[in-house]
């Protein structure tokens, strides 16, 4: 049973922009943190950005911050993630989880719920 499904990937060249969608088909998502995640080939998976519930508090570690911007609209059970100023380097498959605890998705990267995932590959 699909619980999250990610959406919007694609071939871009540098410099341009995504956004990612992750829509929900469970029914606690409102009262679930969201977080974006990104692993790429033969590397470790990193957290890209969270929400909390609400959606009006984030949080990005240092080494993401300014490109990428995370948001929710709970009335669609859907997160974004954009994508700015996209880099060959940024090439990876994005995931998005959802967990009732921030502490959960930021610090044990261990979400109740995962996407299937979305490649994106950007091109120089």
């Known amino acids: 049973q699909v619980q999250l499904v990610e959406s919007g990937g694609g071939l871009v060249q540098a410099g341009e922009s995504l956004r990612l969608s992750c829509t929900a088909s469970?029914?606690?998502?409102?009262?679930?943190?969201v977080g974006w995640f990104r692993q790429a080939p033969g590397k470790g998976r990193e957290l890209i950005g969270a929400?909390?519930?609400?959606?009006?508090?984030?949080y990005y570690p240092d080494s993401m911050k300014g490109r990428f911007f995370v948001s929710r609209d709970n009335t669609k059970n859907t997160a974004y993630l954009e994508l700015n100023n996209l880099k060959p380097e940024d090439t990876a498959v994005y995931y998005c989880g959802a967990d009732p605890k921030l502490h959960t998705l930021v610090v044990d990267m261990a979400p109740q719920y995962w996407g299937q995932g979305t490649q994106v590959t950007v091109s120089s």
């Open positions: 469970f029914d606690t998502f409102s009262s679930s943190a």
């Open positions: 929400t909390i519930q609400s959606g009006k508090s984030t």
